[in-house]
């Protein structure tokens, strides 16, 4: 086993620990520390179809907590909009730019709210809707242009005072849906080949610690010690969108 398939297999116990913990992080993390040793077009068709197998383990084992309404009536809805928004924009925006300004806005909002529950100011209050509205559908956009819309989405969703594990199921139900698109694409393009089946089988051992280590975190920590920790994460991911 070469060391790079080592170091791979360690950033992704780190990915889906985090994914199984809180829902979301696992993709981002992923090719942000990947992509130093394998190209991003190869690492995609890896940790996507991974990721889908993690996420629909919680999703039959937790779907009590899944919040039905409000990712179809509330987050896909707005999301594909984006989606397909920023899909077409894709083909026409140079995006360098811009893309800093969306890791710096993620690193900010995350900051400050960090900032806040230190100072035990009142962050329980959610959003307005359409304020809730517009990060969803910005980061359907940011998805479409990026693959990496999932800060604003969190964000979004984590001012709905959700429980955590309603926090968790909902956002795994929804990567399921938007994962299982990306890897029809895979497969329709090619881009998912024998090499990509090799890695999800030597790698899916670690996606099952991953989710083992995830569940016992999500069921020791307190709600308060889950927002912190999702505040630090997306703090971490828009800084990696700045500097990656």
Request: proline share 3%; with cysteine; hydrophobic share 55%.
């Amino acid at each position: 086993m070469d060391s790079a398939l080592i170091i791979l297999a360690g950033t992704l116990l780190l990915a889906y620990t985090t994914q199984a913990l809180a829902g979301f992080g696992s993709v981002i993390i992923s090719v942000t520390l990947g992509v130093h040793f394998y190209p991003i077009e190869f690492l995609l068709p890896v940790v996507v179809p991974l990721d889908i197998m993690l996420s629909t383990y919680i999703v039959s084992r937790h779907y009590r907590h899944v919040q039905v309404r409000l990712l179809v009536k509330t987050i896909l809805p707005l999301m594909v909009v984006g989606l397909m928004i920023g899909i077409g924009l894709f083909q026409y925006i140079q995006g360098d730019i811009l893309k800093m300004v969306f890791g710096v806005f993620v690193t900010l909002i995350s900051v400050t709210q960090l900032i806040a529950m230190r100072k035990r100011a009142d962050v329980k209050n959610g959003l307005p809707p359409w304020a809730s509205g517009l990060l969803i559908f910005l980061g359907g956009i940011a998805q479409g242009i990026y693959a990496s819309g999932g800060p604003m989405v969190v964000y979004a969703t984590g001012r709905l005072n959700l429980t955590k594990a309603a926090f968790r199921s909902t956002l795994c139900a929804l990567w399921i849906i938007l994962n299982v698109v990306l890897v029809a694409s895979y497969l329709l393009t090619g881009k998912m080949s024998a090499e990509s089946f090799k890695y999800h089988a030597l790698l899916l051992p670690v996606v099952i610690a991953g989710l083992v280590l995830g569940e016992r975190l999500h069921s020791r920590i307190n709600e308060h010690q889950f927002k912190v920790f999702i505040y630090l994460i997306l703090t971490i991911a828009g800084m990696s969108i700045v500097f990656g």
